[in-house]
């Protein structure tokens, strides 16, 4: 097999997958001694835990001014709503952008737009459906608020679901991030919403297949009241 092949089907593994893998690959020693077609099983699932944590390069797009998807999976909700009071980004809805994560979907989560962080925010929560619009309010979640350079803020809230029982965040309150830079990771299946900044205009439809840090998901446009030059 070619290298070009073998890395068509061979990702980089997250850090945070290596202990699952390996208890994973431990079961499955334990199985094939125990019954073999049992320990086949329990391979497919090492290779599935290992593919669940890959985490490919991905080519953030070379445009100014376009916010990228934060995860890999289908857009499931396109529509106003008030972002978490936690963020503090105010009591009026903002578009939001939702994009939900199957168990086979990478889940290593990127910010949608270079900012700031202000704002930090996990909230406790049920494991409902990821897929429902109330997920939004009543799963576990952690957000982020981000500053644009132009004072203008959105936001970005993981979501778990179902299976997903751990969020992971490693940004801070302070710290710059470039557009498609990793900010988190989410286990098992779950979502994320995207509050789209004022005079942000969409450019994805319900259904959509997002590709994290590479799917353009909207144009920023100018900031409300900005002066333009010709």
Not at 106 to 132: E, M, T
Not at 139 to 146: C, D, K, Y
Request: with cysteine; net charge positive.
């Amino acid at each position: 097999m070619s290298v070009s092949m073998l890395s068509t089907f061979v990702k980089p593994m997250h850090p945070e997958g290596r202990r699952f893998v390996a208890i994973a690959a431990g079961i499955t020693l334990v199985a094939f001694l125990i019954w073999a077609p049992l320990g086949w099983i329990c391979a497919g699932l090492t290779v599935w835990v290992y593919y669940f944590f890959r985490d490919p390069v991905r080519v953030v797009p070379d445009r100014p001014g376009v916010m990228v998807s934060p995860a890999d999976g289908i857009v499931s909700l396109l529509s106003p709503a008030v972002p978490p009071a936690e963020l503090g980004l105010g009591d009026r809805p903002m578009l939001r952008v939702s994009v939900f994560m199957s168990v086979f979907n990478c889940h290593v989560n990127r910010l949608p737009a270079s900012g700031r962080i202000v704002a930090v925010a996990y909230r406790p929560g049920k494991f409902l459906n990821a897929s429902l619009d109330k997920a939004s309010e009543d799963n576990e979640r952690n957000g982020l608020a981000v500053e644009l350079e132009d004072g203008r803020r959105y936001g970005v809230v993981q979501i778990a679901g179902l299976v997903a029982r751990r969020i992971l965040c490693w940004s801070a309150e302070g710290q710059r991030l470039a557009t498609g830079e990793r900010f988190g990771l989410i286990r098992f299946g779950s979502r994320l919403d995207v509050y789209l900044p004022e005079g942000a205009r969409p450019l994805v439809a319900i259904g959509q297949t997002m590709v994290a840090g590479e799917t353009v998901i909207a144009d920023l446009g100018a900031a409300p009241g900005a002066e333009t030059t010709r």
